[in-house]
């Protein structure tokens, strides 16, 4: 970002009798929103056709309000020409500053306060001379009308002036507030402080990462890129487990990441974001800011997403961060340092939330995961901004952060805890998954399977399925005894069908293919025994559709 200085006059006293509308809506602009009455130079001919300026500049951004008293006044009203308006706001360029080596506009408002709705053609004369989009010359001009006798206000502006339209009618309805209501009360602010808890974020974070890469499942590849098996094991957000009572994961998920590009990225968001909330609302709420964009982001993420993806990363969290410190940042009046942070914020926060690079490496972007964080972040923020009293330098309810930090530490030590056993388990199922058939390798059609079945026993003599194929294959060349022996050398792999295939919807094809040919030898009670194991192992304990047309079952 590139700034502009101001060199501007400060302005005279109010031109227009202190209990006039148009006066009263004046004071409460500059009181409110930043404002302070006079003009530059270059904006005098435009001053010259009102009967008050009104001047916003923060290094970045130029606004001219260019007010008529019509209820004192005779004027007709603002007079002069668009390309002069123009010409008048193209000077005023210089006020203003760069971000991304693009230059920000001149915004010009005319208001016009007095009796009556503004006629058909006061309504065009004002059309004629507004310009919604700042065009190549920069500049944009918008038109309001207030009738003091109803209190409406009319726009040229369309929805662009919706919010300032709003704002001057909420202004005409409310009781008038004296001067002293509307001085500002001195605002209490942190002393400054090293940001310690952001660090203490970004240390843990590297710590995770450092420990995907020294203990995973398998060696990393690419750019540091720790195996899916890692990422499960040390932690990472999925569904099934949570389901099955893994809660903590909501939380460890954003100690964790995909490799060390994701990582670097946000670290360096982590210490922008963090820094800037941590100077704003303390080192205890940007803790528990931390902790419930992780819970909005993963909560978001289990309900958008599917079953089988595995998320991790700070990304929702981090962006909870930076929407908290956006609605934060509207505690400080109306300047620079709050258009800076805003615009610092933005230059972030959009291109997270718009997902304008989908994937990346083979992985995808959790959309969710972000517009989660940041959701849960805007709502926090806003809520500490709505009762932070002025004289206080920090947010209410910090016992409410203080008890998400607490449980946040729980969550994360009971993760930190269940992780050797979590890891133990993990390479348990990757060392059976090494003993069986790779995806790749089953043939495409059930005629190549059986073809294929003979030389799958062989090179995979523990995967179950190999002797699946092999038992159907001789059974249909009608080798029942032979099909029986490869069936029951299947279900002796009682350890890997334990814990690999946990639905058991091979042991019961397996068990009724058996009973099958066994009814078939003339042997019902070896039948019956073959499916006894599973003949409730159906949906809702029932006997399954496989065995019931048997009759093996009880």
């Not at 227009?16 to 404002?35: I, K």
């Amino acid at each position: 970002m590139e700034n502009a200085a101001l060199d501007a006059p400060s302005g005279g006293p109010l031109h227009t009798p202190a209990d006039t509308t148009a006066s009263y809506l004046l004071r409460r602009l500059c009181a409110e929103h930043g404002y302070r009455f006079g003009t530059v130079v270059e904006a005098q001919a435009l001053s010259d056709a009102a009967d008050v300026t009104l001047i916003r500049a923060d290094g970045l951004t130029f606004e001219l309000l260019l007010a008529l008293d019509r209820e004192q006044t005779e004027r007709d009203g603002f007079a002069l020409p668009l390309d002069v308006i123009l010409a008048a706001g193209k000077a005023c360029l210089t006020y203003t500053g760069k971000v991304h080596s693009t230059k920000m506009p001149v915004a010009i408002q005319v208001l016009e306060v007095g009796h009556g709705v503004p006629s058909g053609a006061d309504q065009q004369r004002l059309r004629r001379i507004t310009r919604r989009m700042p065009g190549l010359q920069k500049v944009s001009v918008q038109c309001f009308a207030v009738d003091v006798d109803t209190g409406r206000v009319w726009s040229s502006a369309g929805f662009t002036g919706f919010l300032r339209r709003r704002y001057l009618e909420r202004l005409l309805r409310q009781p008038r507030q004296t001067d002293e209501q509307l001085l500002q009360p001195e605002l209490a602010h942190l002393p400054a402080s090293p940001p310690w808890a952001t660090g203490a974020l970004i240390a843990a974070l590297l710590l995770g990462f450092s420990a995907e890469l020294a203990w995973g499942l398998r060696p990393w590849s690419g750019l540091l890129r720790p195996a899916l098996e890692t990422l499960v094991a040390f932690g990472g957000l999925a569904r099934p487990l949570v389901e099955q009572g893994e809660w903590q994961r909501l939380l460890t998920m954003a100690f964790l990441h995909a490799d060390a590009v994701h990582l670097a990225l946000n670290l360096v968001a982590l210490g922008i974001g963090g820094m800037l909330l941590e100077s704003l609302v303390g080192h205890l709420w940007l803790l528990g800011l931390f902790v419930l964009g992780a819970l909005g982001g993963s909560a978001l993420s289990l309900l958008w997403n599917a079953p089988d993806v595995v998320s991790v990363g700070a990304s929702g969290a981090i962006l909870a961060l930076l929407t908290a410190a956006f609605a934060g940042s509207f505690r400080l009046p109306a300047g620079a340092p709050r258009t800076r942070i805003h615009l610092l914020v933005l230059q972030m926060l959009l291109p997270s939330l718009l997902p304008l690079a989908w994937h990346r490496g083979g992985e995808s972007i959790d959309v969710a995961s972000h517009l989660g964080g940041a959701l849960m972040g805007a709502l926090c923020g806003g809520l500490l901004l709505k009762t932070w009293r002025a004289a206080e330098p920090l947010p209410r309810f910090r016992g409410a952060a203080l008890a998400a930090v607490l449980a946040g530490a729980v969550a994360l030590a009971f993760g930190l805890a269940s992780a050797p056993g979590a890891r133990a388990e993990s390479l348990r199922l990757a060392s059976y998954a090494n003993l069986l058939i790779p995806e790749v390798e089953l043939p495409g059609s059930e005629q190549q399977l059986l073809d294929a079945a003979a030389d799958l026993v062989a090179r995979y003599p523990r995967d179950p399925r190999s002797y699946w194929f092999l038992g159907v294959r001789l059974a249909r060349e009608g080798e029942l005894s032979a099909a029986e022996a490869e069936l029951r050398s299947a279900l002796a792999e009682t350890e890997i069908l334990d814990n690999y295939f946990e639905d058991r919807q091979l042991e019961i094809t397996l068990r009724s293919l058996l009973a099958m040919i066994l009814l078939e030898r003339g042997q019902p009670e070896e039948a019956r025994g073959a499916a006894a194991p599973v003949c409730s192992a159906g949906e809702a304990g029932k006997v399954p559709e496989a065995l019931q047309a048997l009759d093996v079952c009880p």
